[in-house]
């Protein structure tokens, strides 16, 4: 293979000279002239190293010009960033050069997605590269003999070179360039019976309902990703396979694994944007699965799987479904020590160590190939059979110079040997990538390296090229061009090996990076609350009780404390309340925070309906009550005690409502401001005024958007969308709104799903009866994938109001039909009630409850929306039996009975009645459909003046409202 290393002259001076938007731009440039010009010529870039960039090429396939091509990529790079050079020399006066190196030679190829461990080659091409002139291109010897006779060249003097024991022989291209080289792989020794095994049974599991699961066990080294990658190749035209790699830290951090796994699926990453709950995410992930599996067959690997996530395990575990129709297999890869899935049966196959004779076959190859190696027999005995401790001790012994005694005789031993063998520098930055989680881009690796103290004696490219050149760090083929630790069993040692105070400092420093994503990607503060919480117990070790220490608990405390709260934002609250529970054990000193982990625990309580423990829990957080040391905590306590009051008493507690408000005002925090903006709206609708209501929830949704988190962020969404559709605001100018939800909510798919019903309402006011079917059926295959039944029956009400609007009865039957057995199913009697009280007014229509076949959002007809199950949406959690709308359908219910009963009279009492009721309600989308109801029941009294009375209020919300389907079912009507 052969490696091109290019890098920018003296790029210290020039990023000095220039902004840092105007050098960034300028290396955006010349990074993707060379990008371009590797891809033309057959090869790829690799990494990019700050300014540098490496390419290779005979990595996909060898070439007898792989030498030649990189040349050429050379060459043509020149070319094009000399315009750029001359536009930076013309505007800024500045000189901008670039010189490249060029090496080839042998490689040991990666097991992993990224294609290699580059060895001497990569360090070769960097050494060649510093002694380039200005826009000039060095080659060594051995691509100088293969180009040479192709492109002419110059010899220069030897370059004397660190970490070569002799000066590198070059020449410089003089005018044009050519090349191969080629590569080495140490060969599969004894391995085909577990390879036949392996390759069988994930076949066999291809060809089984749903997604059988296959466990390949062995300890670290013994060949596992080797048989991994060879079954790959050997059933590329059968299967894909797609791998995730577990991380030792994964058991702490929540979701983040599932955002993993959905990258290595290929598809759009929900990244915490908006209110996710673990439903939905396992619903997405099966959703990605499936179109994967659709293009083509997929072997899903999870590598490392004794680390597997208790997020990643659930998910695995409900892929046992026989009708589950994917094509697709789950492949788990790692040290077992016990079951890794609580799952059905699963396929279990070991990888033991190679047996003495294969050993020795393997030492005797590889040393052949690394060069003469004395004691070969003793390389065999002390790798244990393990291949990968072959590999590392034959490395190693390469470098000894023919020292025999650097290596124990265990794996540990190793490992530890070539830890002592790489220098301290190295150690630390290997230790640093392994506390990021085994993958990471060089720029965190090189922010996190800067907190060490002492610092690096090497440079931070100096020692980073080490590791790669060592292949203990290798790169993805990734846009980000991702490093990745090679063996974490050596990672984990160097990390070992840290000491306290550097652990600590490394953490927080993590913590520091996840945190300043936090506003891109919400998901992060998970990440910064486990690393926070890692640089505490490490100053807890070494110091406890010193201002460190207390430092990090507070800051462990307060990412904590965060991370509950973004799982109280979407929805997720079991987390919560798990995370907030480890705040408890710190000794933060920060009395504030106290008042914020029981907003936390008070909000999931009142959640679960347990409004004597929310309140017993609010009790006692007021003893050590200081509001001004935390006024946004004190008011969604103060709003949690409000809705545990009105859980028990049916009514809102105005009065604390009030104190929030004004504490929220005090706060001038916008989430705090939004959730009193919020119950204040619910308030508003409850009372059936919906043009109050849609105009606080606006005001509520803006101060959301300005929050980091929020409590009740999807109650704000969706009680919005059920405002614009249910107020006074015009059809046409209420979907655009509805239409801004529901794009902004791609990723929070139970929220968009509710917004998506009265968006269809209102899609129905238009005309638009496509858009209509196609919101509610998006909807119902979200929630039916996710399991929400009050979701699902509340969708079954929306296509009842569309029927009725539609004058389509029998549907608006059977749709009730279905809300009632969902309604009645999950225990949701004021549901069913209204649902009910509506399928009565039809005449001729079943009893309700009857059969009819599946179909399709936790609200009825009018009434507030609550999706998620959070404690927001009002006494009762939804229209209760003193609420208008029933008692509008009470009276309307009435008034088909008595028709039914031959007394018109008495109905079109009833529907007075219910129109009286009616002129209670403000907002014209509100009191639209129970009018089409009304008026329905009116033409059947035939009482004429009765149903052109109740044909004009209709007429008149539909004008204001511009619903033009209502407008001709008006006509229709009368």
């Avoid at 160097?494 to 652990?503: F, I, Q, T, V, W």
């Avoid at 949406?873 to 229209?879: F, R």
Wanted: some cysteine; overall charge negative.
């Amino acid at each position: 293979m052969t490696v091109l290393f290019g890098d920018v002259a003296g790029s210290t001076q020039l990023a000095r000279g220039l902004s840092p938007e105007v050098w960034q731009s300028t290396l955006a440039t010349y990074f993707a002239d060379v990008s371009r010009a590797a891809t033309e010529q057959g090869g790829r870039v690799e990494k990019f190293i700050g300014d540098a960039v490496v390419a290779v090429f005979g990595v996909e396939a060898t070439h007898e010009d792989d030498a030649l091509r990189a040349v050429d990529c050379a060459r043509v790079s020149l070319e094009r960033i000399a315009h750029q050079a001359a536009d930076l020399r013309r505007t800024r006066g500045v000189d901008f050069s670039v010189r490249f190196g060029i090496a080839s030679g042998q490689v040991a190829l990666s097991e992993r997605d990224s294609s290699f461990a580059i060895g001497e080659v990569m360090n070769r091409a960097a050494r060649l590269q510093a002694a380039a002139p200005a826009d000039g291109i060095v080659m060594d010897v051995r691509t100088w003999l293969l180009v040479r006779g192709a492109v002419p060249t110059r010899p220069i003097e030897p370059i004397a070179a660190k970490g070569f024991s002799r000066p590198l022989r070059a020449w410089q291209l003089a005018d044009t360039p050519e090349g191969h080289a080629d590569e080495a792989r140490t060969p599969l020794v004894d391995r085909r019976s577990e390879l036949d095994e392996l390759v069988t049974a994930l076949r066999a599991g291809l060809r089984r309902p749903g997604v059988p699961a296959v466990v390949l066990a062995g300890e670290p080294g013994v060949g596992k990703s080797r048989l991994v990658a060879e079954a790959s190749r050997r059933m590329a035209p059968d299967a894909r396979f797609l791998t995730l790699r577990c991380r030792r830290d994964g058991r702490r951090l929540g979701y983040w694994p599932l955002y993993q796994l959905a990258e290595a699926l290929g598809g759009d990453v929900p990244r915490g944007q908006g209110p996710q709950g673990k439903e939905e995410i396992f619903w997405t992930l099966r959703e990605l699965l499936r179109e994967a599996a659709a293009r083509r067959p997929v072997v899903l690997v999870l590598d490392d799987c004794q680390w597997i996530s208790p997020a990643v395990r659930e998910f695995a575990d409900g892929l046992d479904d026989p009708d589950l129709d994917v094509r697709a297999v789950l492949m788990l890869s790692g040290r077992v020590d016990e079951p890794p899935l609580t799952r059905g049966p699963v396929t279990t196959l070991r990888v033991p160590p190679l047996g003495p004779a294969d050993t020795r076959e393997l030492a005797t190859t590889v040393a052949a190939r690394l060069g003469p190696l004395p004691l070969s027999d003793d390389l065999a005995r002390r790798s244990a059979g393990n291949p990968l401790y072959l590999e590392q001790l034959a490395h190693l012994q390469v470098d000894a110079e023919g020292r025999t005694d650097l290596i124990a005789p265990s794996a540990e031993a190793a490992v530890g040997a070539r830890l002592d063998h790489l220098g301290v520098d190295a150690q630390r930055l290997l230790a640093i990538a392994s506390a990021l989680g085994g993958s990471c881009v060089a720029g965190d690796l090189e922010k996190v390296a800067a907190a060490l103290d002492p610092p690096l004696d090497q440079t931070f490219d100096e020692t980073l090229a080490q590791l790669l050149g060592d292949g203990l760090l290798v790169t993805r083929a990734s846009p980000a061009g991702e490093l990745e630790v090679e063996s974490p069993v050596v990672a984990e040692v160097a990390y070992g090996r840290l000491p306290l105070a550097d652990r600590a400092r490394v953490h927080a420093q993590v913590a520091d990076l996840a945190e300043a994503r936090v506003d891109r990607h919400p998901s992060e503060i998970e990440l910064c609350a486990l690393h926070a919480g890692r640089a505490h117990a490490a100053w807890l070790e070494l110091r406890p009780g010193g201002r460190e220490e207390r430092d990090a608990a507070a800051r462990a405390a307060r990412a904590l404390c965060a991370a509950a709260q973004f799982a109280v934002s979407r929805g997720d609250l079991s987390m919560a309340l798990q995370t907030a529970s480890q705040v408890g054990g710190l000794d933060s000193g920060l009395p504030g925070l106290e008042l914020e982990i029981a907003a936390v625990e008070t909000y999931a309580t009142a959640a679960a309906g347990r409004a004597d423990e929310t309140l017993a829990r609010i009790a006692e957080a007021r003893k050590r009550w200081d509001t001004d040391g935390n006024l946004a905590a004190a008011v969604q306590l103060t709003l949690n005690e409000a809705v545990a009051r009105s859980t028990m008493t049916g009514r809102w507690h105005r009065s604390l409502i009030g104190q929030a408000r004004e504490l929220a005002y005090r706060a001038d925090d916008p989430a705090a401001y939004a959730r009193v903006l919020l119950i204040e709206g619910i308030g508003h609708m409850e009372d059936g005024d919906y043009v109050m209501a849609e105009a606080v929830l606006q005001e509520a949704f803006g101060h959301a958007r300005r929050a980091r988190w929020c409590f009740g962020a999807t109650e704000i969404h969706g009680n919005l969308a059920l405002c614009l559709a249910y107020g006074n605001t015009p059809a046409p100018a209420a979907t655009a709104i509805c239409a801004q939800l529901h794009a902004e909510l791609k990723d929070a798919h139970t929220v968009r799903a509710a917004v998506g019903c009265p968006a269809a309402l209102l899609a129905d006011m238009t005309c638009d009866s496509a858009a209509a079917t196609n919101l509610l059926d998006e909807g119902r295959s979200i929630l039916a994938g996710i399991g929400h039944q009050p979701g699902l029956a509340g969708l079954d009400m929306f296509r009842a109001t569309l029927a009725e609007r539609h004058g389509d009865h029998n549907g608006a039957g059977q749709a009730l039909d279905r809300a009632i057995r969902r309604f009645d199913a999950i225990g949701f009697s004021a549901g069913a009630q209204s649902a009910r009280l509506w399928h009565a007014t039809f005449d001729g229509y079943g009893p309700p409850g009857a059969q009819n076949g599946d179909g399709p959002l936790d609200t009825g007809p009018p009434g507030a929306q609550n999706p998620d199950g959070p404690p927001d949406a009002g006494p009762s959690g939804a229209q209760g039996a003193g609420s208008w709308d029933v008692e509008v359908l009470t009276e309307q219910a009435a008034a088909a009975a008595a028709l039914r009963e031959g007394r018109p009279e008495a109905a079109a009492e009833h529907v007075a009645r219910a129109g009286a009721r009616l002129d209670g309600v403000h907002g014209a989308g509100a009191r639209i459909t129970p009018l089409l109801v009304s008026l329905r029941l009116a033409v059947r009294c035939r009482d004429r003046g009765l149903a052109e009375r109740v044909a004009a209020l209709a007429r008149a919300d539909a004008e204001v409202k511009r619903d033009v389907r209502a407008l001709r079912t008006i006509d229709a009507l009368v």
